[in-house]
């Protein structure tokens, strides 16, 4: 196979592997990995209709992937889409009410961080091996909730590496805040800081700025990595899923081979999406890239405009891990429509970073032509919860839900017809009290092991083994520390 490198958004003469751009996550100047052309799936479509989850896995990333070998490749696969994940199909395609829900939930965190941050560690560790890096990586994360599990259970127990994750200690919801200290691994840390989210993403960032301490750590045998989802090594393996879903839709004959599927996407740092747009780009038959977003409806706005803004006022939605502001992953976009141009890229992220919005030209909004946005208030989520409940009795978690109403509108004020995958984010469970309260009006304020009881039999979905779980499991990490204390947290931890 013809060997894919990967080049920088921000100076396209920067070449690596996909193994090095694993091993670095962002370009030493800023800019993302992007890959120097989409390979194409290289393979009759029908031929998905009869793969499992791995073999669909091993096809799409060995297109990418072209400097792992097909061991390595298989041997990262077969180690991530494992018995973590509690059925074996791995991403059930359930139809309710004339669309196809893609529940990307069934790994260990019961969202769909668990579909990449499985396969994540187990690419990195290789990726040290193939470029003689002999150093453990050292992963410091720094996690508003949801991330730093999915984190934390991808890296547990992985020969080579140590995880760090840092959480705003009154920041967290209990569950959240439970299921991290309660993690077991030897190479795992947790610690609450006395500060924000902000503080500890402030803190992490200034820790991998500090050369002094770089050295320090290679002198014990150690290097920081991170597990962002701007990595590549997170971005591809969201595009098998999409591949995967359009297979199962041939082997159940929903579709006939080549018939155009629509996707929506519930939207926030636009990593997701973008996995939908590469498989797109690929070969699999799609149509429309639906982007749906909560109350924080930049990407909407964008779409509409071409002007990108993140000049306006921060909602906190039942809808959390949507609440963002500034979408990372949209620069590869932006650099792909700008017909590969650096320097123009450069140009509009330097205007985003500096006055907090810019435009995109004509020319460059025909690029978007793949793309509707649509976006839900809270009201509209919580309504197309207890309407898809009562017709169905299929619950949505609150995130899933923002995509459903917006594929809604969309069918209204298009009649577009065509078949439709939703990306289902995240289990019910993961957002009970949100789910319960738009679906029964009520409050819900009791215990969250209480709750998770009313939610299944009110979904009639046993509960899942990852929350159940919490019940009884012990508390492994009691590391509290101030803001300053981070460096010195982390010298324990290592011993050093
Ligand atoms: C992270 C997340 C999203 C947003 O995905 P992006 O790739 O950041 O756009 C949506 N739903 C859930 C439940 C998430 O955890």
Redesign the pocket.
């Known amino acids: 196979m013809k060997e894919l490198f990967y080049k920088s958004t921000r100076n396209s003469a920067i070449r690596v592997t996909a193994s090095q751009a694993i091993l670095k996550g962002l370009s030493d100047e800023g800019g993302l990995f992007i890959p120097e052309s989409i390979p194409a799936l290289g393979r009759p479509i029908e031929d998905f209709a009869d793969m499992t989850y791995a073999q669909t896995a091993y096809e799409v990333m060995s297109r990418f992937y072209t400097d792992f070998t097909e061991e390595e490749l298989k041997s990262c696969i077969n180690k991530a889409y494992d018995k973590k994940f509690d059925t074996e199909v791995i991403a059930p395609l359930v139809e309710a009410d004339g669309a196809y829900y893609l529940e990307l ?1 069934h790994g260990p965190t019961i ?3 668990d579909m990449a941050l499985s396969i994540l560690p187990h690419l990195m560790i290789t990726s040290a091996r193939k470029n003689n890096v002999k150093n453990d990586i050292v992963i410091l994360t720094a996690t508003s909730g ?2 730093g599990k ?1 984190a934390l259970a991808g890296f547990a127990e992985v020969e080579g590496t140590k995880i760090i994750v840092f959480y705003p200690k009154n920041g967290v919801s209990a569950i959240q805040e439970r299921q991290m200290v309660t993690q077991k691994g030897d190479n795992t840390f947790v610690v609450g800081i006395h500060g924000n989210f902000d503080d500890a993403q402030t803190g992490v960032k200034k820790i991998f700025a500090d050369k002094e301490f770089a050295k320090e750590l290679d002198e014990k045998g150690y290097q920081f990595s991170s597990a962002n ?1 701007i990595n590549i090594g997170r971005l591809i393996p ?1 595009v098998v899923y999409y591949v995967y879903a359009y297979g199962i839709m041939l082997k159940e004959e929903r579709i006939k081979a080549g018939e155009k599927i629509n996707v929506v ?11 939908a747009y590469l498989a797109k780009h690929m070969g699999v038959p799609i149509d429309k890239l639906i982007c749906a977003s909560n109350h924080n409806k930049v990407l909407y706005d964008f779409f509409r405009s071409g002007e990108y803004n993140r000049n306006r006022e921060f909602y906190l939605t039942t ?1 959390p ?2 609440d ?1 502001l500034i ?1 990372s ?1 949209l620069e590869r976009l932006i650099y792909l429509i700008a017909g590969e141009d650096d320097e123009k890229n450069k140009e509009l992220m330097r205007l985003l970073s500096e006055t907090g919005s810019y435009t995109i030209t004509d020319k460059m909004k025909e690029g978007l032509n793949d793309f509707v946005g649509g976006f839900a208030t809270e009201e509209e989520t919580a309504k197309r919860i207890k309407e898809l409940y009562e017709k169905t009795g299929y619950v949505l ?1 609150t ?2 839900a923002v995509a459903s109403y917006v594929y809604e509108q969309y069918v209204k004020e298009t009649g577009d017809t065509k078949k439709t995958v939703i ?1 289902s ?2 289990s019910p469970f ?2 009970g009290q949100s789910v319960m309260e738009a679906i029964d009006g009520k409050e819900h304020n009791e215990d969250m092991f209480e709750l998770v009881e009313t939610l299944s039999k009110t979904a009639n979905v046993s509960v899942p083994g990852a929350v159940s779980e919490l019940k009884s499991a012990p508390v492994l990490h009691n590391h509290i520390c101030e803001k300053d204390g981070m460096k010195d947290i982390i010298k324990e931890f290592l011993e050093m």
């Open positions: 939930f969202a769909f961080k949801d991330t999915a989802s969201q996407v519930p939207t926030g740092n636009f990593g997701n999406i973008l996995a809808s891990s949507m963002i979408s992953n978690d995130h899933t990306a984010t995240a993961k957002f």
